[in-house]
């Protein structure tokens, strides 16, 4: 495929991904902020629904009290001479004033007296009735009565004439379209009475009995959004309050949603129209911008073509700026190419030195870790090709040196630090086993502070300590460096133990701060002597290693060889910190009094 094609397939389509991700984006958004805040009024529907409600029940009650007090009534109920046609009479007028659904009046042992709906029907007992058997009781009660298909919602009081219960009265209002009407105008949605799942009020256009009754069993299996009427809801079916128990009567809130879409899907139409557009303007742009550039280009594909069969020579690029720009380059690349072989060259040679001092300063470590009275293992793990940290065993005649330290920074400098310090330490000892740690320290110093500043004209120092252990558990020690961490077996207790001297390489004197001390070990002592790089180590939430995870696993395994602990060690520092960023050293030692097989 050439490269106009490539360019104008390549730019019509990106702008088609943009503008339709752009698009999709703006679709989702209004979609989703549509559908929360349908969310929130339909929660706001359900709270009003619920106070009109409850309203209308305070104003039934007041209407029960009130007529309650009306004195015909009270002499129709109180009165057992009163001809029956009488009592209907008072019974009609007064329900056509209230204009009540319900209006009937039981005697002082529930018994029915009169019901304007059913005035053929008298004597029968209307105690199973909650709201007539709680106003005889209570004085006054609410509900929802389930009569004929209709909902009710019903206030009773009692009746009373003086200080006698004659009876009780009960009023109702049916849950018709005007309530409906009521609540629609209030929460703006629409509302169904519903009862036994079937629709008794006034449904929005198109929804039949069937989408009703389908509309509540998929909101009370969990669902929000359903069809009805050939459009898209949101649902909630909220019970009635007051109606007695297997009795399902409910109201069902619905809230349009594609009423409430509609304005952002006009937008979107709106959008999909000037996206039509520009796509037919990019279309021709990107091809007359793909036929500018080809040009140009081929002559760049033609002159990479030569430089691959080796001419180098510059020639001319015509075109835009940038294509004579990337011409220029490509001038300048053949330049450039033969010095970028001569450094691949010596970057390889650089490499392959790296890996001989790497494997020099692996080789320098201690061998033969066997002294007298000492059970020794220890370990070094570099964080690059080439590390700084250190340690050395030396025995001799009545014990060890023991060297551990830390130069500072990594790679092959850091590297030859810490074999100047190993080959001066290693003269020193064997020319004098039995120097003061301070002074091998004091004459090391002075050497290294030479070749670093003055040979090597590098910023490096190195952290050491120097120790000299004898028959007997005595430790002389010099320099500075890591605490030694001590576990005293005859306490089950640690132990830090500080260096008191200072670093290498410093200053030239260190007289004034080159110092010793003296640490002793006890029959069964652990010592673990390790490198920054341990207690430094941090993991993914930025959390140190510290000395608490060496101490942690020294109190678990202190009754393991020194070389299980030192392997636990390393195991616990992997888990915290994989990928290390400095070389860590562990060295771990047991003390045996004589006498004590080791």
Same mark, same amino acid.
């Given at each position: 495929?050439?490269?106009?094609?490539?360019?104008?397939?390549?730019?019509?389509?990106?702008?088609?991904?943009?503008?339709?991700?752009?698009?999709?984006?703006?679709?989702?958004?209004?979609?989703?902020?549509?559908?929360?805040?349908?969310?929130?009024?339909?929660?706001?529907?359900?709270?009003?629904?619920?106070?009109?409600?409850?309203?209308?029940?305070?104003?039934?009650?007041?209407?029960?009290?009130?007529?309650?007090?009306?004195?015909?009534?009270?002499?129709?109920?109180?009165?057992?001479?009163?001809?029956?046609?009488?009592?209907?009479?008072?019974?009609?007028?007064?329900?056509?004033?209230?204009?009540?659904?319900?209006?009937?009046?039981?005697?002082?042992?529930?018994?029915?007296?009169?019901?304007?709906?059913?005035?053929?029907?008298?004597?029968?007992?209307?105690?199973?009735?909650?709201?007539?058997?709680?106003?005889?009781?209570?004085?006054?009660?609410?509900?929802?009565?389930?009569?004929?298909?209709?909902?009710?919602?019903?206030?009773?009081?009692?009746?009373?004439?003086?200080?006698?219960?004659?009876?009780?009265?009960?009023?109702?209002?049916?849950?018709?379209?005007?309530?409906?009407?009521?609540?629609?105008?209030?929460?703006?949605?629409?509302?169904?009475?519903?009862?036994?799942?079937?629709?008794?009020?006034?449904?929005?256009?198109?929804?039949?009995?069937?989408?009703?009754?389908?509309?509540?069993?998929?909101?009370?299996?969990?669902?929000?959004?359903?069809?009805?009427?050939?459009?898209?809801?949101?649902?909630?079916?909220?019970?009635?309050?007051?109606?007695?128990?297997?009795?399902?009567?409910?109201?069902?809130?619905?809230?349009?949603?594609?009423?409430?879409?509609?304005?952002?899907?006009?937008?979107?139409?709106?959008?999909?129209?000037?996206?039509?557009?520009?796509?037919?303007?990019?279309?021709?742009?990107?091809?007359?911008?793909?036929?500018?550039?080809?040009?140009?280009?081929?002559?760049?594909?033609?002159?990479?073509?030569?430089?691959?069969?080796?001419?180098?020579?510059?020639?001319?690029?015509?075109?835009?700026?940038?294509?004579?720009?990337?011409?220029?380059?490509?001038?300048?690349?053949?330049?450039?190419?033969?010095?970028?072989?001569?450094?691949?060259?010596?970057?390889?040679?650089?490499?392959? $030195?790296?890996?001989? &001092?790497? @494997?020099?300063? #692996?080789?320098? !470590?201690? =061998?033969?870790?066997?002294?007298?009275? %000492?059970? *020794?293992?220890?370990?070094?793990?570099?964080?690059?090709?080439?590390?700084?940290?250190?340690?050395?065993?030396?025995?001799?005649?009545?014990?060890?040196?023991?060297?551990?330290?830390?130069?500072?920074?990594?790679?092959?400098?850091?590297?030859?630090?810490?074999?100047?310090?190993?080959?001066?330490?290693?003269?020193?000892?064997?020319?004098?086993?039995?120097?003061?740690?301070?002074?091998?320290?004091?004459?090391?110093?002075?050497?290294?502070?030479?070749?670093?500043? $003055?040979?090597?004209? &590098?910023? @490096?120092?190195? #952290?050491?300590? !120097?120790? =000299?252990?004898?028959?007997?558990?005595? %430790?002389? *020690?010099?320099?500075?460096?890591?605490?030694?961490?001590?576990?005293?077996?005859?306490?089950?207790?640690?132990?830090?133990?500080?260096?008191?001297?200072?670093?290498?390489?410093?200053?030239?004197?260190?007289?004034?701060?080159?110092?010793?001390?003296?640490?002793?070990?006890?029959?069964?002592?652990?010592?673990?002597?390790?490198?920054?790089?341990?207690?430094?180590?941090?993991?993914?939430?930025?959390?140190?290693?510290?000395?608490?995870?060496?101490?942690?696993?020294? $109190?678990?395994?202190?009754?393991?060889?020194?070389?299980?602990?030192?392997?636990?060690?390393?195991?616990?520092?992997?888990?915290?910190?994989?990928?290390?960023?400095?070389?860590?050293?562990?060295?771990?030692?047991?003390?045996?009094?004589?006498?004590?097989?080791?």
């Amino acid at each position: 495929m050439k490269l106009r094609t490539t360019m104008f397939l390549w730019v019509l389509g990106l702008v088609i991904v943009l503008l339709g991700a752009t698009i999709g984006t703006i679709a989702f958004g209004f979609d989703r902020a549509t559908r929360e805040r349908l969310a929130q009024e339909s929660a706001r529907s359900r709270e009003v629904t619920l106070d009109l409600h409850a309203d209308r029940y305070s104003l039934y009650r007041q209407e029960c009290r009130v007529v309650a007090e009306e004195p015909r009534l009270k002499a129709v109920v109180a009165t057992e001479e009163i001809e029956r046609a009488t009592v209907l009479d008072a019974v009609r007028e007064l329900a056509k004033t209230l204009d009540a659904g319900v209006f009937l009046i039981v005697d002082a042992d529930g018994n029915l007296i009169a019901d304007s709906a059913h005035p053929e029907e008298a004597g029968g007992s209307m105690r199973e009735q909650a709201v007539v058997a709680a106003s005889l009781e209570k004085g006054e009660s609410t509900g929802v009565w389930v009569t004929e298909n209709k909902v009710f919602q019903v206030a009773g009081c009692r009746l009373e004439f003086g200080a006698r219960v004659v009876g009780a009265l009960v009023v109702g209002h049916a849950i018709d379209d005007k309530f409906v009407d009521t609540v629609e105008k209030h929460t703006g949605g629409e509302v169904i009475v519903a009862l036994e799942k079937a629709a008794l009020s006034k449904t929005p256009d198109d929804v039949g009995a069937a989408e009703v009754a389908a509309a509540i069993d998929a909101v009370e299996a969990g669902r929000r959004e359903v069809s009805a009427g050939g459009q898209e809801w949101f649902a909630q079916v909220v019970a009635i309050p007051g109606t007695s128990e297997g009795t399902h009567a409910h109201y069902v809130l619905l809230r349009s949603i594609d009423e409430a879409l509609a304005p952002a899907r006009r937008a979107i139409r709106f959008l999909a129209i000037l996206v039509g557009v520009a796509l037919v303007l990019t279309a021709v742009l990107a091809l007359g911008l793909a036929r500018r550039l080809s040009r140009p280009i081929d002559a760049l594909v033609a002159r990479t073509q030569a430089i691959a069969h080796g001419d180098l020579t510059p020639r001319p690029t015509a075109g835009p700026t940038e294509v004579r720009a990337l011409g220029a380059a490509m001038d300048k690349m053949t330049t450039e190419l033969d010095t970028s072989r001569r450094a691949l060259a010596d970057k390889e040679r650089l490499a392959r $030195e790296l890996e001989i &001092a790497a @494997r020099i300063q #692996t080789s320098i !470590l201690p =061998r033969n870790l066997d002294v007298e009275g %000492l059970e *020794i293992a220890a370990k070094m793990m570099t964080a690059t090709e080439v590390g700084g940290d250190y340690y050395d065993v030396l025995p001799v005649e009545d014990g060890c040196w023991i060297a551990v330290g830390d130069a500072s920074g990594h790679g092959l400098t850091a590297g030859l630090v810490m074999m100047m310090v190993q080959t001066g330490v290693a003269t020193l000892v064997h020319a004098q086993p039995d120097a003061n740690p301070k002074d091998v320290v004091r004459a090391i110093n002075g050497v290294l502070y030479d070749n670093i500043h $003055e040979r090597l004209e &590098a910023e @490096r120092h190195m #952290t050491l300590s !120097l120790l =000299r252990y004898r028959r007997g558990g005595d %430790l002389r *020690i010099a320099g500075a460096h890591m605490d030694g961490i001590v576990w005293r077996a005859a306490t089950k207790t640690i132990e830090l133990l500080a260096t008191p001297g200072t670093f290498l390489a410093i200053t030239q004197d260190i007289d004034h701060v080159n110092q010793e001390a003296t640490w002793q070990l006890h029959d069964g002592d652990l010592l673990v002597l390790l490198t920054d790089g341990v207690t430094e180590a941090e993991n993914a939430a930025g959390a140190s290693f510290d000395y608490q995870g060496v101490t942690r696993i020294v $109190e678990e395994r202190c009754g393991e060889p020194v070389a299980a602990i030192r392997d636990a060690l390393f195991a616990a520092l992997i888990r915290h910190s994989p990928a290390l960023e400095d070389d860590a050293t562990i060295m771990v030692l047991r003390y045996a009094a004589a006498g004590r097989n080791t």
